[in-house]
Nanobody, 124 residues
């Protein structure tokens, strides 16, 4: 089992930045690919970004590439999502997810473990 706890969400003005964190516990973090997803009210869960177990491989949704950056610190069992130039349409609950794999999964069904989510609201 892997337990994931997200933090860092909140209210931010358009054009602002936030950095989300996801702390993992329970298994060897550096053997897991990690992903960030988001879900807005009435919409399906959407892929945001993912990173391989060693941090060398990353993948981003086209709509967020260039604004969001995923990274991980295996010494701290934590994955991060730096979000810049935020827009109102980025408002959603953001979830981190984990999968024991050498790949970099980009769909929700590929992930085994999920955090509880953290709310991000972009509004003036």
């Amino acid at each position: 089992q892997v337990q994931l706890v997200e933090s860092g969400g909140g209210l931010v003005q358009p054009g602002g930045s936030l950095k989300l964190s996801c702390a993992a516990s329970g298994r060897t973090f550096n053997t897991y690919a990690m992903g960030w997803f988001r879900q807005a009210p009435g919409k399906e869960r959407e892929f945001v970004a993912a990173i391989g177990w060693d941090g060398r491989s990353t993948s981003y949704s086209n709509s967020m590439k260039g604004r969001f950056t995923i990274s991980r610190d295996n010494s701290k069992d934590t994955v991060y999502l730096q979000m810049n130039s935020l827009k109102p349409e980025d408002t959603a609950v953001y979830y981190c997810a984990a999968r024991y794999t050498t790949a970099v999964p980009t769909t929700p069904s590929e992930y085994n473990y999920w955090g509880q989510g953290t709310q991000v609201t972009v509004s003036s």
